[in-house]
T-cell receptor, first 111, second 113 residues
Framework: GQQVMQIPQYQHVQEGEDFTTYCNSSTTLSNIQWYKQRPGGHPVFLIQLVKSGEVKKQKRLTFQFGEAKKNSSLHITATQTTDVGTYFCAGRDGGYNKLIFGAGTRLAVHP | DAMVIQNPRYQVTQFGKPVTLSCSQTLNHNVMYWYQQKSSQAPKLLFHYYDKDFNNEADTPDNFQSRRPNTSFCFLDIRSPGLGDAAMYLC????????????FGSGTRLTVV
């Protein structure tokens, strides 16, 4: 079945350092979404990427969708303590009307 | 504000005692989902409704059932909770099953004693 793999599992950074999490799918995706879950909270939708090679930015966050639509990345520039949380990618296989979540990357930011 | 509301926020139930978790939405979204999330794991889809059309995941245990009496409400029934069912249960909605983001509720944390 469809699998979405996400690395790293954990990332500890000093405030001001950059952070990247990577997502890979075993199948070609129709779209990929990114969510942020704060400790003790629920996933919050950040963005959706649909087009091959698409790049979107939200302030310090940059999201990319691979040319083959099988991988994606989230890059945070100059992390802040407010960036703490778990970042999940979630891919939708064109043949299935559901999102499959990656295992998430837990980001810790040390002041 | 339009939102997805889950009640209760925390639920403690006894081993084997049926429990119902509820979810309501004011977004008028067509699709409602139930996810199970265990500590430090990804949310796992249990089932979803597209309007009244129920879609069960192949690996969702029979112990889990769901009802959607109307557009706004959806319930998760666990008929005989086991210790392994302790988890956060997340309700989510989306406008459709295509390129739409999900809106999650705050979740219900279930403890089985």
């Amino acid at each position: 079945g469809q699998q979405v793999m996400q690395i790293p599992q954990y990332q500890h950074v000093q405030e001001g350092e950059d952070f990247t999490t990577y997502c890979n799918s075993s199948t070609t995706l129709s779209n990929i979404q990114w969510y942020k879950q704060r400790p003790g909270g629920h996933p919050v939708f950040l963005i959706q990427l649909v087009k091959s090679g698409e790049v979107k930015k939200q302030k310090r966050l940059t999201f990319q969708f691979g040319e083959a639509k099988k991988n994606s990345s989230l890059h945070i520039t100059a992390t802040q303590t407010t960036d703490v949380g778990t970042y999940f990618c979630a891919g939708r296989d064109g043949g299935y009307n559901k999102l499959i979540f990656g295992a998430g990357t837990r980001l810790a930011v040390h002041p | 504000d339009a939102m997805v509301i889950q009640n209760p926020r925390y639920q403690v139930t006894q081993f084997g005692k049926p429990v119902t978790l509820s979810c309501s939405q004011t977004l008028n979204h067509n699709v409602m989902y139930w996810y199970q999330q265990k500590s430090s794991q990804a949310p796992k889809l249990l089932f979803h409704y597209y309007d009244k059309d129920f879609n069960n995941e192949a690996d969702t245990p029979d112990n889990f059932q769901s009802r959607r009496p109307n557009t706004s409400f959806c319930f998760l029934d666990i008929r005989s909770p086991g210790l392994g069912d302790a988890a956060m249960y997340l309700c989510a909605t989306s406008l459709g099953t295509g390129n739409y983001g999900y809106t999650f509720g705050s979740g219900t944390r279930l403890t089985v004693v």
